[in-house]
């Protein structure tokens, strides 16, 4: 029944946006992120891997891309912000080799299998430009109980220690710099990527 609920949910995006901005503080903590990782963020073209409802597309330029599985959440983006938002899988970018400055992820790997997340990993590096930056946000465990409540609650089965992310971003990145980050009652690890 929970589950039914929490799915339920998840499909409104107006809903989700509400809970996730109430959840996280307004999203300060992934701001606070972006404006110190990705500083030429309004002028370079940036790709937001696992946009969902377009909630950071505010934050980048005008060459800014969010990619999605979902087309319920593009969609939404679409009216919501006049920015570009495609469907797409992300093992498989239909985007050109090269074509991004910077790369945005947020809270998409705890969603994925190892495998699943290694070929998104493949495909983030072929559309990266060489001098490019990446950077990578992802729930982590919590100490605190309204934490650890809610990533019960969560539909991402593969929340990872630190230790573990960066063993699957090694494979094809160089992690520069990573620092846990709080944001509202949830706890991100932040990796930056070359």
């Known amino acids: 029944m929970l589950d039914f609920f929490i ?8 809903i989700l946006n509400f809970l996730r901005s109430l959840l996280e503080n307004g ?5 606070a992120v972006i404006q110190r990782e ?3 963020r309004l002028s370079q073209r940036v790709l937001d891997l696992g946009c969902g409802t377009g909630t950071f597309a505010p934050w980048f330029g005008p060459d800014y891309v969010g990619v999605d599985i979902s087309s319920a959440y593009t969609s939404y983006a679409r009216r919501k912000y006049n920015k570009n938002f495609l469907v797409m899988d ?3 970018l239909n985007l050109p080799e090269h074509s991004f400055d ?3 992820v947020n809270g998409v790997f705890h969603h994925l299998n190892d495998q699943t997340v290694s070929a998104v990993l493949r495909e983030m590096k072929r559309v990266l430009k060489t001098a490019g930056r990446a950077v990578v946000m992802e729930d982590i465990p919590s100490s605190l109980f309204i934490s650890k409540l809610l990533g019960s609650l969560d539909v991402g089965d593969n929340i990872r220690l630190p230790a573990g992310y960066r063993q699957l ?6 992690v520069i710099k990573e620092y846990p980050v709080r944001t509202g009652v949830c706890d991100f690890q932040v990796f930056v990527l070359t």
């Open 90 to 92: 992300a093992q498989h």
């Open 169 to 174: 971003l090694q494979e094809y990145f160089t």
């Open 102 to 104: 910077a790369i945005w």
């Open 27 to 31: 999203h300060q903590g992934e701001h």
């Open 38 to 40: 990705l500083p030429d």
């Open 7 to 14: 799915d339920a949910l998840a499909r409104r995006p107006a």
